[in-house]
């Protein structure tokens, strides 16, 4: 089953995902729908006209997570190329909500930066409350999964050893285009990211070293995760960073994120005029 939230005149409508369009579940979003027990039921049961998809609605498929955790150097192609060693335990940063943006929406580089970063993630969607979990309860707790690009800004991420400052600029952060729920997703899945139709990012999630229960297990021992809560696994190899020379994002160009089995993410690039920023 997949859901999407989508922006209507009246606020947001969560919608189930078929072939060939949507069916309407009812009023609020993902996150909110999750929130219900009985979630899965009312979604899989909803009927009504199969309506069109329209891609400028979607919204990001959780507009309002209570918590956005992120996880660095996750993958082994990209802890290779960043440098490091094999961590012991998952790195953890945050974001926060308004950094969301929806899975077509433009992304505006903040005109602080010119190191702008791509990361392509698969995120984990947290479907029940859990606490201290062990690994078969936090398996149990995931709704599914989405797509997330970590949009980064190299420059700010490294002023400090702590990368709070780097990962959470407002609007940079483009997330869905929906949620997919265990069954849907292939434990091999391929996930890739195109720069102007130039792969930059190609691997599968089984190249995760944390992975998605692993995760849930490890956080909600700090803190107790609820429906809606997300976790961004980490990104694969292929940043612009750790190219020679670097490489970053620049006006008039075309990010597109995928994961095999969810969809994508079509994020046109712009520059803010210096006269608009704020």
């Known amino acids: 089953m997949k859901l ?26 993902v996150g909110e729908l999750l929130t ?6 009312v979604a899989a049961a909803a009927t009504g006209d199969l309506l069109p998809i329209e891609p400028a609605r979607l919204a990001p498929v959780v507009p309002r997570p209570g918590k956005i955790v992120c996880v660095g150097l996750n993958y082994r192609t990209h802890i290779t190329e960043m440098g490091r060693d094999l961590p012991e335990f998952p790195t953890l940063f945050a974001k926060f909500p308004e950094a969301l943006i929806g899975p077509n929406d433009p992304l ?8 702008v970063d791509w990361e392509a993630e698969l995120v984990v969607v947290v479907g029940r409350r859990v606490r201290r979990a062990d690994r078969a309860t936090a398996a ?33 952060t483009p997330l869905g285009p929906c949620l997919v729920t ?3 997703l292939a434990p091999d899945a391929e996930i890739s990211c195109t720069l102007d139709d ?20 490890y956080v909600s021992t700090i803190v107790t995760l609820n429906p809606g809560d997300l976790i961004a696994t980490g990104t694969t190899g ?6 020679k020379p670097p490489r970053y994002l620049r006006d008039g160009q075309r990010l597109v994120t995928r994961i095999e089995g ?14 608009t920023a704020s």
Do not use: C, M
């Not at 707790?141 to 400052?165: K, M, P, S």
């Not at 130039?198 to 297990?217: C, Y």
């Open 238 to 243: 292929g940043v612009g960073h750790a190219r």
């Open 4 to 29: 999407a939230t989508v922006r209507t005149e009246g606020g947001f409508r969560t919608v189930r995902v078929e072939p060939d369009g949507q069916v309407d579940i009812g009023p609020g979003d």
């Open 198 to 217: 130039e792969v930059v990012q190609k691997s599968t999630i089984g190249d995760l070293l944390f992975d998605p229960a692993d995760l849930i297990a």
């Open 182 to 184: 265990p069954d849907e």
């Open 262 to 275: 969810i969809g994508e993410l079509v994020t046109p690039v712009r520059r803010a005029a210096p006269d």
């Open 140 to 172: 149990a707790a995931i709704a599914g999964y989405t797509i997330l690009n970590d949009v980064t800004l190299r420059d700010w991420q490294f002023r400090t050893r702590e990368w709070l400052q780097g990962k959470t600029w407002e609007d940079t």
């Open 108 to 115: 505006t580089l903040p005109p602080e930066s010119d190191a």
């Open 36 to 41: 219900r027990a009985d979630w899965r039921t």
